[in-house]
């Protein structure tokens, strides 16, 4: 009796970390309104829709009026019919509800494997880093339900060399799912390779080794190949990074720790305790590690990448003991799984809608006349997505692989307030209105001093103008 008392006892305490790492701060992050920062969450949303309401996929661009008919390449086509049948559900509680179960899903798999190495609350606080990190980039948009995902698929390469082996070859088909959901599968076949060359070169039989893991990537790789868009879908992700302007959007620039503290926070912690503990790991874990916080530094958007692969990746290395006996919560986690799932429902019940910004102008919007709603309207960029899901087409939105350099280029200048380019967007595309953020200082200041332009609203998320004389 003794005993089962004091293993209940070390269970109910087990029990805590356990609640606050799966189920409340993944509760909490997915309910925060700032999933909603960004514009591009809005035409995510309207891709989704329109793929239920045609039963098909767009090839061509269906939403703007100046690259109407264009080709597009929509790679994320499956996260954003996701989205779209959340927001059917409930609008923007469903899309939170949505981000909450895959916010859980991510703390759950790194906390699991956390544990096999170290203690729960250590985990615990692992966890809180990972999170400070993902925060700028933990928006209701594709890469977010990609990131439990790429957990899963490392724990299933550290799982098959603890156990010197390739993954099942079934495991390929993930590759599937990740290709139909976001761009960034290309790491995935990475982290891919890594693991096995890390097999081949600690492997006492590298002959069947090789043979494995060869079959196992060949596999991966005819995986990507299954996907909506064709080879297209698979080309698309590599144009993408060949274009000109992605340092004009925020993600795509370099890491700075103006704009990302928490990650450089969190970075020099680890390389501390690195530098104190000197965690043991083979050099190819070392190499992949290095690789992507390349990738984190050149790119704001990796930051998340390496976050989550180092999070799985460097428990390991820390311990002291070959594996922890793994713990046994029993009914324990069959309760963290039906509160995480009431949570769930519940987010997808209350009311939740996003703050007022100009990723979101829902109120300015409204103020617009309808005669004016089909006609050329000059919009900000993170405008684009808020119209497109109201119906109304704009001139640009976040989607810069239709647009392109040129058009992208042309539009920074324009936002400044360069009034010769603006002047020529104006003529060329018959501009009749204008919903500008106030960021756009310039330009706004532009249209006031202009007698040809009439502000008819304004409020915290901008203001709208009307073209007085054609």
């Not at 994320?76 to 899309?95: F, K, M, S, T």
């Not at 799985?312 to 290395?317: D, I, N, Q, S, T």
């Not at 060329?428 to 006031?448: E, F, G, S, T």
């Amino acid at each position: 009796m003794p005993d089962t008392a004091k293993r209940q006892s070390k269970q109910s305490r087990d029990l805590i970390p356990l609640l606050v790492a799966v189920v409340l701060i993944p509760a909490v992050l997915g309910s925060s309104k700032t999933i909603f920062n960004d514009g591009d969450v809005s035409w995510h949303i309207a891709t989704g829709q329109w793929i239920l309401n045609h039963r098909a996929i767009p090839h061509a661009d269906p939403f703007s009026f100046t690259r109407l008919g264009a080709p597009w390449v929509p790679i994320e086509w499956l996260a954003e019919l996701a989205y779209a049948l959340a927001y059917r559900l409930d609008e923007y509680a469903g899309v939170a509800a949505l981000v909450t179960a895959a916010l859980i899903a991510l703390h759950a798999i790194i906390f699991s494997n956390a544990l096999r190495f170290v203690r729960p609350w250590l985990a615990v606080c692992m966890l809180v880093g990972v999170d400070a990190v993902l925060v700028p980039m933990m928006l209701a948009r594709p890469h977010l339900l990609v990131w439990p995902l790429l957990a899963f698929w490392m724990s299933l390469m550290l799982r098959a060399r603890e156990e010197d082996r390739a993954p099942p070859i079934a495991a390929a088909l993930l590759m599937t799912l990740w290709a139909n959901l976001h761009g960034s599968w290309v790491f995935g076949l990475a982290i891919a390779c890594a693991s096995g060359l890390e097999a081949l070169v600690t492997s006492e039989d590298w002959m069947r080794t090789l043979r494995q893991w060869l079959v196992f990537g060949t596999a991966c790789i005819a995986a990507v190949f299954i996907n909506a868009i064709g080879i297209d879908g698979v080309l698309h992700p590599f144009r993408i990074a060949g274009l000109k302007t992605l340092t004009l959007i925020d993600e795509w620039k370099p890491s700075n720790p103006e704009v990302t503290p928490w990650f450089f926070a969190v970075l020099a912690l680890v390389l501390a305790l690195i530098a104190w503990k000197r965690p043991r790991l083979h050099w190819v874990r070392w190499i992949l590690l290095g690789v992507l916080l390349a990738f984190a530094l050149w790119q704001v958007r990796q930051q998340a990448m390496l976050a989550i692969v180092a999070a799985m990746v460097l428990p390991a290395g820390f311990s002291r003991e070959a594996r922890r006996p793994a713990l046994d919560f029993g009914t324990d986690a069959v309760f963290a799984s039906s509160l995480a799932l009431a949570l769930i429902v519940v987010r997808a019940i209350l009311p939740l809608s996003p703050s007022e910004s100009e990723s979101n102008p829902w109120k300015l919007i409204a103020a617009v006349p309808p005669q004016l709603r089909s006609q050329p309207v000059l919009n900000g960029f993170s405008m684009g997505g808020p119209l497109i899901l109201s119906g109304i087409r704009p001139y640009i939105d976040g989607r810069g692989d239709v647009y392109g350099d040129s058009m992208m280029l042309d539009y920074a200048q324009i936002s400044k307030g360069d009034a010769a380019a603006f002047s020529r967007a104006v003529d060329r595309w018959n501009i009749r209105w204008a919903i500008l953020p106030n960021d756009y200082k310039a330009l706004v200041a532009l249209l006031d001093q202009s007698g040809e332009w009439r502000r008819i609203a304004s409020d915290q998320a901008g203001a709208i103008y009307v073209r007085t004389r054609a």
